[in-house]
DNA sequence: TTTAATTTTTAGCCTTGTCTAAAAATAAAT
DNA sequence: ATTTATTTTTAGACAAGGCTAAAAATTAAA
């Protein structure tokens, strides 16, 4: 039984791993979840204590199968609660991460499930992210590359954000890009990564800033099924 | 920002207060939120110190103005929530209290105005009781009588529970009584109040036990639309 | 109106989670 | 190979919430 603060930690821990079963150090820990070094360095020692995740004193933390378990199933009940909050309750995607910040922190595997079934077991988050199943492993997803890498004169789908802060999110909004937003890369300029690009629904081309193509997880829009799974860094 | 003890405590308070604005003691705080007097007690200062009770030592506490819409908005989340979980989950009335007992705590305006419109405004939580509006007051809600005072041979219809701790709420389920059942009152036993009744889908007549009839509001199966503020016993 | 019982508060202690400032260890740079 | 910079841990404090045991106040009984 975490408390909220333990989850906070382990979740962060998560991300931070992102599949590079690595070790993760203090300072980033702390950045992520908004405390001092010297407060996590006693979090990483009670959650080492409780065997959420291996401390090697002065070099960071990884997290154990236990640990991977606990945080995978708080990430789930985060994205499911997400999709909730878009699909039913009207939100928009750069409103609901705060929201589901706390609604993960409510335990209930019976809530969780149903919650899921509800949904429709999902598989992704408004965001594009992939949803831990029960069983606390992603459900399969389509390949994806990253726009910044996408070649050219190819139909292109939006599937996915990396690392959605809400500021982004808005961004995107202003430029008229969402999940399902379909586009060609015309140009890319070698100088700095920006994209020329020109969407499906206008006749004009657009410059895409290489902050947003580097964010931006696509597709092709007759996508090869090639089943992979995917290790966003996205929070959300 | 209340944490969520104190937001038990405001809400154990706005229970035993029921209506009646008389103070409530310390002792009957405590054992409501499960803690001893000398913890509830600090709290209580505590409380008193955010200006959310007027505490008068040794006398008990009374929720003030702010501290009675603080728990009520509180009762209003845990309400709408199980509203949802019953609805919508496919929970049972017996199942969701101590999920919304978690649920009730994620402070968002913005979210449960949208549960409580996805909802469809309902009145009236799975057990009958009333849920206050975003206004932080109850919603009228017709007038109702205790089947152990409701009169004999009218048709009567059964729409709340009164603590309806889960226990009794499957104690119901055995004897076959979920809200809108519909009987009549055949005959009372002045001894004990026991009471034989007949339900509306039966042939048969059945002693209901008064600690049963005591918690059952009823209303006339064709309600005379009497309009009143109720304040039912009922935690959840 | 004293005495006894009950209720409430205080005192003292503990755990969790946070902080700042200082010490210790590791990593980087000369 | 030292010195310097960075990272991590330790030390010491504090607030919230909880407990048990003891003191104080109130209420009930004699
Ligand atoms: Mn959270
Ligand atoms: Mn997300
Ligand atoms: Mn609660
Ligand atoms: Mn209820």
Not at 28 to 44: D, F, I, L, Q, W
Not at 148 to 175: I, Q, S, T, Y
Not at 198 to 216: H, I, K, M, T
Request: glycine fraction near 8%.
């Amino acid at each position: 039984m975490p408390t909220v603060s333990v989850e906070n930690y382990l979740k962060a821990i998560l991300h931070l791993q992102d599949g590079d079963g690595d070790r993760v150090s203090t300072t980033a820990v702390a950045e992520k979840v908004g405390a001092t070094p010297a407060s996590t360095s006693a979090m990483m020692t009670r959650l080492g204590d409780r065997g959420w995740v291996e401390h090697e004193r002065y070099y960071g933390v990884r997290l154990t199968e236990k640990g991977q378990r606990l945080a995978m199933d708080i990430l789930r009940r985060h994205r499911l609660w997400e999709r909730f909050l878009v699909d039913h309750l009207g939100f928009e995607w750069d409103q609901v991460h705060e929201i589901a910040e706390e609604l993960e922190h409510v335990d209930s595997v019976e809530l969780t499930n149903r919650l899921d079934a509800f949904l429709g077991f999902p598989k992704l988050d408004p965001h594009g992210d992939a949803i831990p199943g029960p069983n606390g492993r992603f459900r399969s997803v389509a390949a994806r590359t990253l726009l910044a890498e996408a070649p050219r004169n190819l139909d292109l789908v939006v599937v996915g954000v990396v690392d959605g802060g809400d500021a982004f999110l808005r961004h995107l909004g202003v430029l008229g890009i969402e999940l399902g937003s379909r586009l060609t890369v015309i140009e890319r300029h070698a100088f700095d990564g920006s994209l020329v690009v020109r969407f499906d629904n206008s006749e004009e081309q657009q410059l895409l800033a290489p902050g947003v193509c580097e964010r931006l997880w696509v597709d092709q829009s007759n996508p090869s099924p090639v089943i992979v799974f995917p290790e966003s860094e996205s929070p959300n």
